[in-house]
């Protein structure tokens, strides 16, 4: 059984970094595609970030494109998401999840609370 536990969330203000991590345990990582997703306060959940297996193919929503990266460690058995140039609607709670398909997730982890004041 694959578990994911996320770390790396906290209070950061405006035009600030955070760094969030996916540690997963269970089963090996590198035959685990990843993603990040978050959900804000009365808003459905939303698709941030993917990447592929082996890391060479990544996808990025318009609304972070160019400001986070998505990217996977196969030897740590972690998955990482850097954000950087934090605005204040990116606050949220930030899941990561695995699967054996890239964009079919099956497994996912508690989530971390991010929070960017302005």
């Known amino acids: 059984q694959v578990q994911l536990v996320e770390s790396g969330g906290g209070l950061v203000q405006a035009g600030g970094s955070l760094r969030l991590s996916c540690a997963v345990s269970?089963?090996?990582?590198?035959?685990?595609?990843m993603g990040w997703f978050r959900q804000a306060p009365g808003k459905e959940r939303e698709v941030v970030a993917r990447?592929?297996?082996?890391?060479?193919?990544?996808y990025y929503s318009d609304s972070v494109k160019g400001r986070f990266t998505i990217s996977k460690d196969n030897a740590k058995n972690t998955g990482y998401l850097q954000m950087n140039s934090l605005k204040p609607e990116d606050t949220a709670v930030y899941y990561c999840?695995?699967?054996?398909?890239?964009?079919?997730?099956?497994?996912w982890g508690q989530g971390t609370q991010v929070t960017v004041s302005s």
């Open positions: 269970g089963r090996t990582f590198s035959s685990y595609a």
């Open positions: 990447i592929n297996r082996s890391g060479g193919i990544t």
């Open positions: 999840a695995a699967g054996i398909m890239y964009g079919n997730y099956d497994a």
